[in-house]
């Protein structure tokens, strides 16, 4: 895989822009990604979307919050509303370090913890610190569409690395270290979510920890851990991080977002110590400090409230939901085959031979369901023979029918590729016509 193409062969934007010319080189590499295109089919209310990895919250004691938020800026709300430090507040960096310790992760320091504006800062200035144009990140086949829209914004060269129901092949990562170098290009990372992966569902098994851990120590290859998914196992505690079997390795990234809710878009990152004084450097730079009153706020709701059977009763709602799906997907695709999740948002459906699932998206759509294509988790524009099926927000009865509904189409298009072989759809698209199938990327 090269790195991203020259600007001048797939520009975004356009002409009729003045300022088309004025822009940065890597601001030509930034792209709208498939899955925010697909935001305003979810809020159509005929629709049900599988698409979007929004977390359910319907659960939130909103009215308790509520009484926080107004008791934190009527006691103390010279300093919620206040500048706070760059590194994040210490009382939350604190608590952090108790929720990091159910991840496997105990006696960490405070201090080596940088609060970011969700786990998705804490992306973004890792590629700042690590990624000159053209050096290689390593990351799963597939990956989280946000990481690769921050690599590819900022010039890195991405290469998949195989994974299978276990998470990434440590085998395989050998063999793609080996190519790379080869080639003579310079790796500066794993980026890895091993816990309930974003998109595939599954997790990196006990086994292979130890020894992705140590194939990427012996190949000073740096590890970036994201794990926003991990207290959210369907039935059994989280494995150990990465993070544990290799301190000095690792950059953990953890995130409210998915255990708690992302509103107040908080973040963190635990760090070797010396990257963690950059990480404060390229914070400060681009965000002064992060949300004070987001930070208290969640402060309080680990001290105030039984955040932990929160967390279990998300967990819950999230198995019931996994459960409507993949029983759903027995009933209806039986010609399809998927992942089978032990927690998080996610199942990866693979299409049968010869369907693409690009092209169908159209078609779903009409028949009033939603999902991601395989497309979008691959920065070579593999993946057209999965799609990514979220089950996180829309009820059990909701997540059935969407299923049905999609078999219908997924049904109707394998007897037209039965028929008429691979590559019907496309063809088929240009016959309709714009007017009657919306373009794939009008969705
Ligand atoms: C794997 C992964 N990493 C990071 C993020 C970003 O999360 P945050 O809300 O903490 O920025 C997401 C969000 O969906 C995700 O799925």
């Known amino acids: 895989m090269s790195t991203s193409a020259h600007p001048d062969s797939n520009p975004q934007g356009n002409r009729l822009d003045p300022w088309f010319d004025a822009y940065a080189e890597r601001a030509h590499n ?202 959210l196992g369907f039935h059994a505690d989280p494995l150990p991080a990465l993070k544990s079997f290799s301190p000095e390795g690792v950059v953990y990234l953890g995130s409210f977002s998915k255990m708690f809710a992302p509103g107040f878009r908080i973040g963190w990152a635990y760090a070797p110590h010396a990257i963690r004084d950059k990480l404060v450097l390229a914070s400060e730079s681009a965000i002064l400090s992060p949300s004070m009153i987001g930070q208290m706020a969640i402060a309080d709701y680990l001290s105030d409230y039984d955040w932990y059977s929160q967390v279990k009763a998300f967990r819950a709602m999230y198995a019931e939901r996994c459960e409507a799906m993949l029983n759903a997907l027995e009933e209806y695709m039986p010609n399809c085959s998927w992942t089978r999740p032990e927690g998080g948002f996610y199942t990866w459906v693979t299409l049968p031979e010869g369907l693409d699932a690009k092209s169908m998206l159209p078609r779903a759509v009409r028949a009033r369901v939603a999902y991601v294509s395989g497309t979008a988790f691959y920065y070579d524009g593999q993946g057209a023979d999965h799609m990514r099926l979220s089950f996180c927000y829309p009820t059990p009865e909701q997540i059935r029918e969407g299923v049905r509904r999609l078999s219908t189409v997924v049904n109707a298009e394998k007897e037209l590729v039965d028929m008429f072989g691979a590559g019907f759809h496309k063809h088929d698209i240009d016959e309709v016509g714009p007017g009657v199938a919306p373009a794939p990327n009008a969705l």
Request: net charge negative; charged share 25%.
């Open 30 to 231: 930034l792209r709208a990604s498939e899955i925010r295109a697909l935001f305003s089919v979810v809020s159509r209310p005929e629709v049900v979307s599988l698409a979007g990895g929004m977390p359910n919250l319907k659960d939130l004691p909103l009215d308790r919050l509520a009484e926080s938020a107004k008791r934190l800026i009527s006691t103390r709300g010279a300093q919620a509303m206040q500048y706070g430090s760059g590194q994040g507040w210490e009382v939350l960096r604190e608590r952090i370090t108790e929720v990091m310790s159910y991840e496997g992760i105990v006696g960490a320091d405070p201090d080596d913890v940088v609060i970011t504006t969700g786990s998705q800062q804490a992306l973004d200035l890792m590629t700042e610190l690590f990624i000159d144009p053209g050096d290689v990140i390593l990351l799963e086949a597939p990956s989280y569409v946000g990481a690769l829209g921050v690599f590819r914004a900022r010039q890195a060269d991405c290469v998949h690395v195989p994974m299978d129901d276990e998470g990434i092949i440590p085998e395989a990562l050998e063999q793609v270290i080996r190519d790379v170098r080869a080639s003579g290009r310079t790796i500066k990372m794993l980026y890895t979510i091993p816990n309930f992966h974003n998109p595939m569902g599954v997790t990196l098994s006990l086994e292979r920890r130890p020894l992705i851990a140590e194939i990427c120590m012996r190949e000073h290859v740096l590890i970036l851990e994201d794990n926003p998914y991990g207290l």
